[in-house]
């Protein structure tokens, strides 16, 4: 297996464990209301309310998100040949490895240290459309493209 093919597996698992604990967090509170609405009444009972939805339409939006990173990641083909830095694309620098997909942030997989950013974050718009061999300023960083895959 590949070492993208890892990456891959290991973001979708974060992101799953995300899911299913927005999820559990949603239900808690849908019955948590459940349970609210049963008691009390007054404006105590109105402020604890609103402060639920709000909670509740926060986590709805977090699952949301992360869905939708699950669909950037399940659209990446590991074993499609990356001739370009674009969204999938596994960056091998002078300065370390970077993953363009989702703003994971740094894993580690195999022993190496890996930064999973999104294709829209700056380092990566910077580096978007290079190629092997090629060097990409950032900030003042210079990023000697060695491999993508």
Known sequence: MSIKNEILIHCKQVLTEKVHSFKDKLNELVS?????????????HE???????????????????ADRQLEILSSINPDEEVKFVRTGALVETNK??????????????????????????????????AKKKETVSFNGTDYLIKNIS
């Open 32 to 44: 948590d209301a459940e349970n609210d609405s049963k008691s009390s009444a007054g404006d105590k």
């Open 47 to 65: 402020t604890a309310r609103a402060m639920m939805q709000l909670e509740q339409e926060k986590l709805i939006s977090q699952f949301n998100e």
């Open 96 to 129: 370390g490895i970077i993953f363009l997909s989702i703003p994971l942030g740094r894993i580690k997989v195999k022993n190496a240290d890996i930064m999973v950013i999104s294709a829209i974050a700056p380092l990566a718009k910077a580096m978007m459309n």
